[in-house]
């Protein structure tokens, strides 16, 4: 058990366990929508999965190998178990109400390994609580007992708002990523 955090709510940060799966997938739709807008179309993938529709490409003619929501699912599910990911929620009175998902990644340039914290999320009426700072902490503490020679995470490039929080909780702004989409 990760333990309480202290935060100005009391919030029980632990481990993802199955039955929470569902709450976090609704949990990571809140954070697409505020990340990238509301859907524009949920007509490719199906029912809740919010993806740009296309008009040039027909749906027939769109690949699927998996469905989206089943393949965060499948995520979220081997999370669980995982010895090398993990998927930390924050549980309230009122249920869930935050996540943080981290990884160990290999480095193929030198010895050692790095930790990714990969998603952050906590519901908008919860925030400026602590509870992602919290959820931080946790994962920070859960990458350095895998010995992990570094933590990270990425944050958009204009967003002042996370350059503050991740600050706040004290990481340094120390790398440029750059990206590549097809």
């Known amino acids: 058990m990760l333990g309480m955090w202290e935060a100005l709510v009391k919030i029980l940060i632990r481990p993802i366990e199955p039955r929470d799966i569902n709450c976090v997938l609704?949990?990571?739709?809140?954070?697409?929508?505020?990340?990238?807008?509301?859907?524009?179309?949920?007509?490719?993938?199906?029912?809740?999965?919010?993806?740009?529709?296309?008009?040039?490409?027909?749906?027939?003619?769109?690949?699927?190998?998996?469905?989206?929501?089943?393949s965060m699912r499948s995520m979220l599910e081997r999370m669980t178990q995982s010895e090398v990911e993990i998927c930390l929620v924050a549980n309230g009175s009122e249920g869930l109400v935050g996540y943080v998902t981290a990884c160990v990644h290999s480095r193929a340039h030198m010895a050692g390994s790095s930790?990714?914290?990969?998603?952050?999320?906590?519901?908008?009426?919860?925030?400026r609580n602590h509870i992602g700072k919290g959820l931080v902490v946790a994962a920070t503490r859960w990458l350095l007992a895998r010995n992990v020679m570094s933590c990270r995470a990425e944050s958009p490039a204009d967003s002042e708002l996370a350059c503050l929080f991740w600050q706040g909780v004290g990481w340094e702004n120390d790398l440029h990523v750059w990206s590549l989409y097809d």
Do not use: C, K, T
């Open 26 to 70: 609704l949990l990571m739709g809140m954070n697409a929508v505020e990340s990238h807008g509301p859907p524009i179309s949920f007509d490719r993938w199906g029912p809740g999965v919010a993806v740009p529709f296309v008009e040039q490409l027909p749906n027939e003619q769109a690949p699927m190998p998996e469905e989206p929501s089943d």
């Open 115 to 127: 930790g990714l914290v990969d998603a952050l999320f906590v519901s908008p009426d919860f925030r």
